[in-house]
């Protein structure tokens, strides 16, 4: 039921893997040192209205162009148990 091994064989270390979830727990750790406020996911989050150009955030909140955030929006997580199933699975 849970992916704690593979029957193929492996000869080398998931480099690619590892840094994954390095990348995706430093985010969380980040998003909790900030508050884990809404702002942060607003301006990090993919939005689709503000990607495809209908809505602009406010000026108040820090965000990357919605470009970006098709990128930034993957390494985020909604919490503890959203990681860790998230980081599970990879």
């Known amino acids: ?8 064989p492996r000869n080398s270390t998931p480099v690619v ?12 750790l980040w998003q909790i040192s900030a508050g ?6 607003y301006g990090y ?5 503000r990607l495809f150009g209908y809505v602009d955030l406010p000026a108040n909140i820090p965000s990357v162009s919605p470009t970006v955030s098709i990128f930034t929006s993957m390494f985020m997580h909604g919490g503890l148990l959203h990681l860790g199933g998230n980081m599970l699975f990879l």
């Open 1 to 8: 039921m849970f992916p704690l091994s593979d029957d193929n």
């Open 17 to 28: 893997t590892w840094s994954l979830i390095g990348a995706c727990v430093l985010v969380y």
């Open 36 to 41: 884990g406020g809404e702002a942060i996911f």
């Open 45 to 49: 989050g993919m939005i689709p209205a």
